[in-house]
């Protein structure tokens, strides 16, 4: 196994046991949000990640980590969302749950890999808040597309923009892991 797939998977298994605990708290209340309230929800994650990044301030007390961990299960509850799409079901059992969860991140571990190929880990090069500015603009590009109900001439859709949301949050939670937390 590759340094950046044992990081990589450090990671999720991070954003998963959070994902699962709250689960116990709240269940599955998610469900009832739209695909765009989701996408609003991790608009408002990215752009305090970008605010903490540009004035250095958190007056809530949390720095940006627990925002990256929010967008990358936020991120999966919409493509979980996506694939039960015609299910109206809104308490999905954890155990069923857990198995969604992991379904997507297999997509997304595969992605990665793929493209991690033939980028060859540009990502270790770009600095967090590059990063995170790329998710911002995938965001806009994600409300575009739920704006044109999904329509797109030559683009991918908004699984796309999700799955490569959560590579990239997932890349700058392992470079702050390298650099101490630093935001930069």
């Known amino acids: 196994m590759s340094t950046t797939e044992i990081e990589y998977r450090q990671v999720i298994q991070r954003c998963k046991d959070l994902f699962l605990k709250k689960n116990k708290d709240y ?3 998610w469900r009832i949000l739209r695909l765009s309230s989701i996408t609003d929800q991790i608009y408002i ?16 007390g949390e720095g940006i980590e627990p925002e990256f961990v929010g967008i990358i299960n936020y991120c999966v509850m919409a493509l979980i969302q996506l694939q039960l799409a015609d299910d109206k079901r809104t308490d999905i059992p954890a155990d ?9 991140i297999g997509r997304v571990i595969d992605l990665l890999f793929a493209k991690n190929h033939d980028y060859g880990e540009a990502w270790r090069e770009m600095r ?3 990063m995170t500015d790329i998710i911002l603009m995938k965001l806009l590009r994600t409300k575009q597309i739920e704006d044109n109900q ?12 999700y799955m490569d ?17 630093s935001p930069q």
């Open 45 to 60: 994650k990215a752009q305090r990640i970008r605010t903490l990044q540009e004035t250095g301030v958190s007056r809530v």
């Open 128 to 130: 967090v808040s590059s």
């Open 27 to 29: 269940g599955t209340a």
């Open 150 to 161: 999904g329509n797109t001439l030559v683009s991918e859709g908004v699984d796309a923009n």
């Open 96 to 104: 069923e749950l857990e198995t969604l969860y992991t379904e997507q």
């Open 165 to 181: 949301m959560i590579n990239y949050a997932v890349f700058c939670l392992i470079k702050l892991s390298h650099a101490g937390g």
